[in-house]
């Protein structure tokens, strides 16, 4: 299966709101994990939220009540939708898969996942 890659990434000021989709191969898996991470300049990759196929969620403490993960399980779509935007969200997002099982306790953990996408840049202003 090819991971295609994610798009939506954007410049744009504090506060605003983007939605980052990716188009993930899952069809004919009873379990999988979709995740999103993500990488400021001269930081560690990092999870920002992780979704399961029957749709219970994972987010970082710093993205909630902010960001949301979901999918469209009928197109295989994977999607971030982000509102409050702050300067610290500016990195680039990859989203992630894990194919035959669910998302872990420890879903943070980046060798879990099998394949990654290419990156969507996100930056934020002040």
């Known amino acids: 299966q090819v991971q295609r890659a994610e798009s939506g990434g954007e410049s744009v000021q504090s506060g605003g709101t983007l939605r980052l989709s990716c188009a993930v191969d899952?069809?004919?898996?009873?379990?999988?994990?979709l995740g999103w991470f993500r990488e400021a300049l001269g930081k560690e990759r990092e999870g920002v939220a992780t979704?399961?196929?029957?749709?219970?969620?994972n987010y970082a403490d710093s993205v909630k009540g902010r960001f949301t993960i979901s999918q469209d399980k009928n197109n295989n779509w994977l999607y971030l939708q982000m509102n409050s935007l702050k300067v610290e969200d500016t990195a680039m997002y990859y989203c992630?898969?894990?194919?035959?099982?669910?998302?872990?306790?420890?879903?943070?953990?980046?060798?879990?996942?099998?394949?990654w996408g290419q990156g969507t840049q996100v930056t934020v202003s002040s």
């Open positions: 992630a898969v894990i194919w035959g099982r669910r998302c872990s306790a420890s879903w943070w953990e980046i060798d879990d996942y099998n394949y």
């Open positions: 899952v069809y004919g898996y009873s379990s999988y994990c």
């Open positions: 979704i399961n196929r029957d749709d219970s969620t």
